[in-house]
């Protein structure tokens, strides 16, 4: 199966499972919100998933490993730096656990 097959059905399963979890919430979405909603799944789901199968092919474990623990500190700093959301006592030591 092709690197895009496998992301594609990925996201495909992920969004399904978690899809039970909505069940009760009042979500409410409008029209202006759909090129939002298809731009963060296509930058952060499709396109970035298909991106790390393509880089795992040019990696060692050892490297990959590294790169994984990272992205979700980056994640927790770019929230707390750039969109100003709150970081619990608790938040801080799960990133600093993972140095």
Do not use: C, K
């Not at 790169?67 to 969109?83: D, F, N, Q, R």
């Amino acid at each position: 199966m092709s690197p895009l097959g496998r992301s594609f059905y990925q996201l495909l399963i992920a969004a399904l499972s978690l899809s039970p979890f909505l069940a009760g919430h009042n979500i409410h979405l409008s029209f202006q919100d759909l090129p939002w909603l298809l731009a963060v799944g296509f930058f952060q789901g499709f396109l970035g998933l298909t991106l790390m199968i393509f880089a795992i092919r040019h990696l060692t474990a050892y490297e990959y490993g590294i790169l994984s623990y990272l992205e979700p500190v980056t994640a927790s700093l770019i929230g707390v730096v750039i969109y100003a959301e709150p970081m619990s006592l608790l938040q801080a030591l799960a990133v600093a656990s993972l140095f």
